[in-house]
């Protein structure tokens, strides 16, 4: 409290500072863990700090001062000019000076997402649904909330546990009423964003003007809402993972993005206030800065340290190598379709049919002429340009009553619904848009619109082109279910390997993000329920599940319960065929899903797990180059390298991925027995390709609950092949599958360096 009053009188000071100098910017000061010292010494210390750089005086410290950072980790954020952020770098103590840079929520094309429909989400375990679950807190970084939704209604839920220590915020339009038994905290976090933009931002409080958050809180969390349709388009009921879960939202994401300063103020308030689990459907852009330079890797590895599982999507920038959120202390996520699409029917005028995604309520009563964008060009535009539809790319007279066929560059500066805002306006009737790379995520349109792949494009075209008075109709969305195979992974789904530390696979894990329907903010449009897609999406469903293992094994480690999401995961379709990846439907990979398609129904008995400590995560960071110094600037104690690990390989992590591999090289794990007392189980192995893979010992016997065994695995190159490489490991019995990917990647044989 005594530091959300702080920071804000010295806003105030800042802005008045903004007009006259534009020469410094907002840094992060990052202190590592805090000791046992008083929240009012760490605030002195920080205005000391600001007052002996160069040109620093008393006045000046507090009119640079953004937030201090005192309950999880120590650090503040502050104007500074670039001479001052290093010089304070240099000062004792301070682990890393970074600017404050904007974050992105990890939906994709924000404009595409205003639309709606309807859909049954469930990923609730039969038998297990409530139990223990209003014990768990998932905390959400993100856009706010709104609380009227009937996703977050409190009803039937009992008093708010009494060690819960947040609080309601109260705000413009949000008031402490607005909490309840279900909302049971919320906060926001402006001075970062203040600092940075000078736009309106629409309500100064947690309340939710823009949709994202109350989206992810309702997925992972929100309570089952019998009638989600919208207009007769697939009616049903909704809920989220955990509907029973008590939700606490940090507001630190504002219409255009989220600034790490206010990112890591709400870590280290959620760290304070208690809560069990925290979901971040946000990150940086690829490639993801070092873990000490990165807001998002410092707030979640102090809040690892505390207990905290921190779950996290992987982004949307699809391509190889683009993950983000890379530290091995949360769960990263992927982003997989459902059975479930949304259709429209498209028939030609020689009775041809073929089927698009849409999200297009509008009716075409009859077949009307259907005419290529690139021949009705206006201006200065080439045929080319105007075939992409681009605003004031088509001639309206020639485009007047027509459906246009349209093409999409596959550039996220380019909207497809947009696209359809220019046909409508140029006079168009219809649009057929030709886009292999998204061509699954459904758009509500403005007209009568659908997205079809490339090769029903071209066969769209060539009709259009070769035949007398051609006609095409354009029929309203359908909800269709099982039509194909699923999941897939989602082209937009970012992919590792891991950029940062290739020894730990990322992502870790696929949750369902295409298409998803949940709770939304009628502040920006007027209604109640949304359809987005993303990896934001994704992101809570693990939460909400993370959130039931949690409500039946309180004790268990946040590591404990990402190993029962990753072991148990699939890597077969519902079909039971390998799982594919949009748009070209290749076979999947770990870097595509990590450890598979999260399966709720197994996360609860998974028999065993690869579990780990804070003390794990400082081995690591040791095994990858970080000092002993820097080691006790980060976690303020007398942490030594001296347990470390010859390769990051070696941390007890869920997956096993070993690089460089130049003969042979063997990596050690154990695991405890979660299930039935007396247990065995026998390692099954598909090697990846070109190499042999030993698992000592074969079988493992347990006797006791909670009993630990280690193990090796041996991998030896037998025939090199060039990349990247993939199989698994598998602990068995006869009920259950304890499943780990393996990936390697043999060492390229110019090189002569010995692992
Ligand atoms: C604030 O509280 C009052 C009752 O105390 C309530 O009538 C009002 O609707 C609340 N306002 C908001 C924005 O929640
Ligand atoms: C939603 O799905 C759950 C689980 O499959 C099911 O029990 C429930 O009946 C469904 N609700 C509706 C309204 O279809
Ligand atoms: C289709 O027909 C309905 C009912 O006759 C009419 O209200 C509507 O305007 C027509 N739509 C178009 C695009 O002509
Ligand atoms: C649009 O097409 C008409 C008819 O072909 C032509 O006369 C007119 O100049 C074109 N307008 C533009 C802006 O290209
Ligand atoms: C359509 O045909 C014309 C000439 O017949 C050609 O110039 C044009 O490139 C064709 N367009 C498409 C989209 O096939
Ligand atoms: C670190 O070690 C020193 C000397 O052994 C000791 O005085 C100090 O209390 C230790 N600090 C912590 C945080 O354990
Ligand atoms: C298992 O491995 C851990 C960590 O490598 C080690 O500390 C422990 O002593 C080993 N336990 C056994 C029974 O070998």
New binding site residues.
Partial sequence: MAMLRISYLFLYALVLELRFCFCSKVYVVYMGSRNNEHSQDILSQHHTMLTVIPGGSTEQAKASHVYSYTHGFRGFAAKLTEKQATNIARMPGVVSVFPNSKRKLHTTHSWDFMGLATT?E?T?IPGHTTMNQENVVIGFIDTGIWPESPSFSDHNMPRVPSKWKGRCQVGEAFNVSSCNRKLIGARYYLSGYDAEEESEKTFRSPRDSNGHGSHTASTAAGRYV?DMNYNGLGA????GGAPMARTAVYKSCWDSGCYDVDVLAAFDDAIKDGVHILSLSLGSESPQGDYFHDAISIGSFHAAKHGIMIVSSVGNEGFRGSATNLAPWMITVGASSTDRDFTSDITLGDKTKYKGESLSLFKMNNSKAIISASEVNAGYFTPDQSSYCLESSLNSSKTRGKVLVCRHSGSPSESKLEKSVVVKEAGGVGMILIDDTDKDMAIPFVIPAAIVGAQTGERILLYANHTRKPTAQIFPVKTATGSRPAPRITSFSSKGPNSLTPDILKPDIAAPGLNILAAWSPAIRKMKFNILSGTSMACPHVSGIAALVKAVYPTWSPAAIKSAIMTTATTLSKSGRPITVDPEGRRGNPFDYGSGFVDPLKVLNPGLVYDAQPRDYKAFLCSIGYDEELLHLVTSDNSTCDHTFRSASDLNYPSITVTDLKQSYSVSRTVTNVGKPKSIYIAVVSAPRGIAVNVVPKRLLFHSYGQKINFTVNFMVTAPSKGYVFGSLAWTNKELRVTSPLVVQARSSDSNFSR
């Fill in positions: 049954n469930s609730g019998p049903g009921g909704a809920r």
